[in-house]
């Protein structure tokens, strides 16, 4: 089979999570990073952007940023530059599915 000459793969992908605070300690994010495996059907890496790496879940690899006391506003800021933040484990030209870490998954 021959690809066209204009076929461009598709770059890596990761799902990448942002839990700081009491949201990585709730039990939604690990059912989040489950059901993104299990009935979401991913199969690329998973990223968890986080001030406590013990509460990362199974399935997802803890970056640990230091945070204080992390506020809301704290917290946005590093959704917004989470991608700077994790970019330097990512291959230069990844895609990056931002997830937030209440979002469950379920199959049709």
Known sequence: EQLSPHFMPAPPAVALYVAFGPAARESTFALSVRTLRD????????LALTDQPACVPEGATAITVSCVRPTAKHIKLLKMRAP???SARLARRSLILYIDADVIFAAP
Do not use: T
């Not at 009935?39 to 998973?46: I, K, S, T």
């Open 39 to 46: 009935a979401g059907g991913w199969r690329g890496g998973v």
């Open 84 to 86: 700077l933040l994790v």
